[in-house]
């Protein structure tokens, strides 16, 4: 088929990987170059990047306007995929290419409808992850579903690893459902159950709670990791964290946010058991081994977070 494809982050390359290997695409749509890194460089999104690797024409936009439409219009693509472009498709370009357009969403749909989908589950303790392909349509990922698929995720895997994981799978899911369209064996239905939204996440969303059970406490790091990142206070001080796992089983009791060093990693008390974390970035400072941050600490031997 001759398809139209956007996309802007690293999760939507797989895709377009294997949609370039088996079609025709016409042209890739992606947000304009970005300022990245401490000097701000103006810097291609990774979908841009390897577009440009491809030799595939690239329109950078950040509205789909009428300019846009216009553009794709005059491409006579048969079909729009859509994998986190990071921007809202409108009529009447919702109906230029002529069998619309098809979107990879990272939840089972109609779970977790919205921009942080991955990050919303993991947060929520969810068991099971998945992928699906939908039909476009101007409600908010309301649309029909060609295909689902539930994706077994690492139990530790931080929102980037679970998406960079998803993103394979969904890649395959949405080469199958564009050659189902394509012979026109592809059947899609309603959307089954009750929705619930995923909003993207605020720096807020990434405060550690520690009167909260480690379950709890140690899914929000998963699912708010790399970005906005989990973070609490000490001192009055914001301190990030940025590595963690689950206590050893022989950790002490620890009151919640109450601080112990050991030799590779500090163990923070939450509402049962502790959370080992083993990277740290305080306020003002780079990336740290969560030990010797520790060690560091003026007040030596105990401390408290979120204070």
């Known amino acids: 088929m001759r398809l139209v494809f956007a996309g802007t982050p690293a999760v939507a390359v797989p895709t377009l990987r294997a949609l370039a290997a088996q079609h025709e695409i016409a042209a890739v749509i992606t947000r304009p170059d970005a300022p990245l890194g401490r000097k701000r460089v103006l810097t291609p999104s990774p979908v841009a990047a390897v577009a440009a690797q491809l030799g595939l024409p690239v329109i950078k936009a950040a509205r789909l306007d009428e300019d846009v439409t216009k553009q794709i219009d005059a491409l006579d693509a048969a079909l729009g995929v859509i994998v986190a472009y990071g921007g ?24 977790w409808r919205g921009a942080a989908p991955v990050q919303r589950a993991l947060i929520n303790g969810d068991a099971e992850l998945g992928v699906a392909v939908f039909q476009l349509v101007p409600a908010l990922d309301a649309g029909d579903v060609f295909a689902m698929r539930s994706v077994a995720v690492p139990d530790d895997a931080t929102a980037d690893v679970a998406l960079e994981v998803l993103a394979k799978d969904g890649a395959a899911l949405t080469l199958d459902v564009v050659a189902g369209i394509a012979d026109g064996t592809a059947r899609a239905q309603p959307q089954q159950g009750d929705p619930s939204l995923a909003p993207k996440l605020t720096l807020d969303d990434g405060v550690i709670d520690w009167q909260a059970a480690f379950d709890e406490v140690y ?4 699912g708010v990791t790399p970005e906005p990142g989990a973070h609490t206070t000490i001192a009055g001080a914001r301190l990030k964290i940025l590595g963690a796992a689950p206590g050893p089983i022989d950790a002490p009791p620890l009151a919640p946010g109450l601080l112990h060093g050991t030799k590779d990693a ?33 007040d030596g031997g105990s401390a408290r977070v979120g204070s």
């Not at 959370?275 to 305080?282: F, H, I, K, N, S």
């Open 88 to 111: 809202i498709v409108r009529e009447p370009l919702l109906s230029t290419p002529e069998k619309g357009w098809i979107n990879l969403h990272f939840s089972l749909l109609p779970r």
């Open 219 to 222: 899914a929000r790091y998963r």
């Open 266 to 298: 500090v163990l923070i008390g939450t509402g049962t058991t502790p959370l080992a974390v083993t990277r740290v970035q305080p306020a003002g400072k780079g990336s740290m081994n969560a030990a010797d941050w520790w060690r560091g600490l003026r």
